[in-house]
């Protein structure tokens, strides 16, 4: 991969991570109307299985890309798309919090 296109590729893997949290924000604030109320133990697997299933999908987004160039033995490579992968997840983390503290 050329170094000039590690900051493209790290923020499409950004943009995929904010797309997927906010999908899964979305199955959990409309979860009981879609699904109904969960009873007995269905609830709480199903929130871990989320759960699970959430921590794979963005640990594969984030870290991905960066442990496969990094077992390629481009180290180099794999620290900076990773810091700008948390880098644009940090300014939209940011943005996000900045615009909630704006229109609240």
Do not use: Q
């Not at 180099?76 to 300014?91: H, I, M, P, R």
């Amino acid at each position: 991969m050329k170094n000039s296109r590690l900051p493209l590729f790290a923020l499409l893997h950004a943009l995929g991570t904010i797309l997927y949290v906010g999908l899964v924000a979305t199955v959990i604030s409309h979860g009981e109307r879609w699904f109904g109320r969960a009873s007995g133990i269905a609830g709480p697997v199903a929130i871990l299985m989320l759960f699970v299933l959430s921590a794979t999908i963005v640990g594969t987004l984030v870290l991905g890309r960066p442990i496969w160039l990094y077992f390629e033995g481009k180290k180099k490579e794999a620290l900076s798309f990773f810091a700008y992968t948390v880098g644009f997840l940090v300014l939209a983390t940011s943005a996000l919090f900045l615009g909630l503290a704006l229109w609240a």
